[in-house]
């Protein structure tokens, strides 16, 4: 079974920074695609990045050129760098893994809050 767990979030002002990072343990199928996910209070849940196992990158338009992700397969973690953060950059950020054997698997994780705040 595999599990996911998330670090690093928190209160920064804005304009600061702040790294994610999501741990994935258990049975990994190694073809596998890692992404960050964020929820605002009253919103929906919404794609912020995603890394394939092979690098290839996509992100929202709002985040572009502010956040990067990035993943070291060896380690099976994925990290999201976010800088120049904005107050509407306020939510909680959930991690998620997913692969396809057949059908499509995900995972998610228990979600990080992070507030953006003077």
């Known amino acids: 079974q595999v599990q996911l767990a998330e670090s690093g979030g928190g209160l920064v002002q804005p304009g600061g920074s702040l790294r994610l990072s999501c741990a994935a343990s258990?049975?990994?199928?190694?073809?596998?695609?890692m992404g960050w996910y964020r929820q605002a209070p009253g919103k929906e849940r919404e794609s912020v990045a995603v890394i394939t196992g092979a690098g290839s990158t996509n992100y929202a338009d709002s985040v572009k050129g502010r956040f990067t992700i990035s993943r070291d397969n060896a380690q099976n973690t994925v990290h999201l760098q976010m800088n120049s953060l904005k107050p509407e950059d306020t939510a909680v950020y959930y991690c998620?893994?997913?692969?396809?054997?057949?059908?499509?698997?995900?995972?998610w994780g228990q979600g990080t809050l992070v507030t953006v705040s003077s």
């Open positions: 258990g049975s990994i199928f190694s073809r596998n695609t």
């Open positions: 998620k893994i997913s692969w396809r054997v057949l059908r499509t698997f995900e995972v």
